[in-house]
């Protein structure tokens, strides 16, 4: 079945390094792979969108690569705060709409 | 812009009552999506609306769940009767569509979930 796999162990990182999430997916050929956000209680909040003919997308401090020979997608944090802390989600998606999700890494920035 | 707003946000039923979650999404979105995510588990998707009609219902569990969106505006997923594997938190998403194409946009915009527990 078609399945985005991200990494479930949390990610630990100093403030001002670059975090690194990783997003991978199998028996799928996603159009779109989308990150969100999510906060404790709260819904996922749409971060990036990234199209599989694109190789690269930036919006700000984050960064986005897609490589559909590895099958993966990479999301950069750069010069990372604690603020930046949450569950970041890894999303598949085709021009229908629905999203299928991974599980989510969750990113603690420590001061 | 009012967001995505769900309706309850905690609900606490018995197994074999029946539970109605309520959406409403942002104002002129033309899709509704419905997702659950169950402990320690994926969010996944249940089922997706434009304006008034069903989509795709292919990630609805079984007979037991019946959403709705009558004239197109809010949805409400009634879940009868609730059993113990029905708990979770469930999220409803919306999403304007193209103009130009036709086509859903990507980026979804989420509401803040139910979270249903069924004892």
């Known amino acids: 079945s078609q399945k985005i796999e991200q990494n479930s162990e949390a990610l630990n990182i100093q403030e001002g390094k670059t975090a690194t999430l990783t997003c991978n997916y199998t028996?799928?050929?996603?159009?779109?792979l989308q990150w969100y956000r999510q906060d404790p209680g709260r819904g996922p909040v749409f971060l990036l969108l990234i199209r599989e003919n694109e190789k690269e997308k930036r919006k700000e401090r984050l960064k986005v690569t897609f490589d559909t020979t590895l099958k993966q997608s990479l999301f950069h944090i750069t010069a990372s705060q604690p603020a930046d802390s949450a569950t970041y989600l890894c999303a598949g998606s085709s021009n229908t709409g629905k999203l299928i999700f991974g599980q989510g890494t969750t990113l603690q920035v420590k001061p | 812009e009012a967001g995505v707003t769900q309706f309850p946000s905690h609900s606490v039923i018995e197994k074999g009552q029946t539970v109605t979650l309520r959406c409403d999404p942002i104002s002129g979105h033309d899709n509704l999506y419905w997702y659950r995510r169950v402990m320690g588990k994926e969010i996944k998707f249940l089922l997706h609306?434009?304006?008034?009609?069903?989509?795709?219902e292919s990630g609805m569990p079984n007979n037991r769940f019946l959403a709705e969106r009558t004239g197109g505006t809010y949805s409400t997923l009634k879940v009868q009767p609730a059993e113990l594997e029905d708990s979770g938190v469930y999220f409803c998403?919306?999403?304007?569509?193209?103009?130009?194409?036709?086509?859903?946009?990507?980026?979804?915009?989420f509401g803040p979930g139910t979270r249903l527990t069924v004892l």
């Open positions: 609306f434009v304006k008034e009609s069903k989509q795709d």
């Open positions: 998403a919306s999403s304007p569509s193209s103009p130009r194409l036709g086509l859903a946009r990507n980026e979804q915009f």
């Open positions: 028996n799928y050929s996603p159009a779109y």
